[in-house]
């Protein structure tokens, strides 16, 4: 847990989300990389799979260009691996249940340490069925992160009594995609997380501009952000490693 420990200290962390294998393995290194030294705290690294349901449309057709490409999660196992090698910047998986189900849940969760990997982000995954999968996370040191959505309400505090790592603030109704506005009370769901326990809270879902970046650094402790990156890469393809790490730096900048 050390090294998410640290993601938090003494600023607003910025947590960037890409596919693995959009548009290569060889790309996404590169992409950890130059988003690290663009002043990103904790990458979210997306394992493909066929039926994304909280992804919108731009995660989704990168989910399926990395399909198309024969990424496989053995092959995203070897490239953290390789990863780890020449940078300590904190992981975290964000998958499907299927696919560390399908996987066989102990064997998943054992190669993800082994590999490098800090946290387990699992969507799709309602508190009441977490504890097949948490079990697991915690008996190899691997946190599994909490999510919240505005509609948890009275869920909230249970939700963030058994949280680890840092809570997933979801900011938007539905599925993941860049939002003109974000209208749900981010505000009023960190300050119920913070009563119950004095954890880290990063916001995530729609956003994509400095501004709305900023607003929410306001109210959270971290800003997630996916849609807006992995845009970036689908247009781009193989020369995306540049655009992406001027976007990171601006919202290092904004955050900062």
């Known amino acids: ?73 053995d092959k995203v196992f070897d490239m953290v691996e390789e990863l780890r090698s020449q940078t300590q910047i904190p ?59 505005p509609t948890s309400h009275e869920r909230i505090s249970m939700i963030a009594e058994q949280a680890e790592g840092f809570v997933y603030c979801v900011s938007s109704m539905g599925v993941t995609g860049e939002r003109s506005e974000i209208t749900s009370d981010v505000q009023g769901m960190v300050r119920l997380v913070k009563q119950v326990k004095e954890i880290p809270c990063a916001v995530g879902f729609g956003i994509s501009t400095l501004e709305q970046a900023k607003e929410m650094s306001k109210y959270a402790d971290g800003v997630i952000v996916g849609s807006a990156i992995v845009k970036l890469c689908g247009k781009y393809q193989e020369a995306c490693v540049e655009p992406v790490r001027e976007y990171v730096k601006s919202m290092r900048k904004a955050l900062d």
């Open 91 to 149: 992981l975290a998986f964000m998958t499907y249940a299927n696919v560390v189900f399908s996987y066989g849940i102990e064997k998943f969760v054992k190669k993800a340490v082994e590999a490098g990997m800090d946290a387990l982000i699992l969507p799709d995954i309602p508190y009441e069925e977490k504890e097949e999968f948490a079990s697991v996370c915690r008996e190899y040191g691997l946190a599994f992160i909490s999510l919240i959505a």
């Open 1 to 73: 847990m050390n090294r998410i420990e640290n993601v938090f200290k003494g600023k607003k962390a910025f947590i960037p989300f890409i596919t693995c294998g959009d548009p290569s393995l060889e790309v996404t290194k590169k992409l950890v990389l130059a988003m690290e030294e663009a002043g990103a705290d904790l990458i979210e690294l997306g394992i493909p799979f066929s039926d994304p349901t909280a992804e919108g449309p731009v995660i989704q057709a990168a989910n399926i260009r990395a399909l198309s490409g024969g990424v496989t999660t």
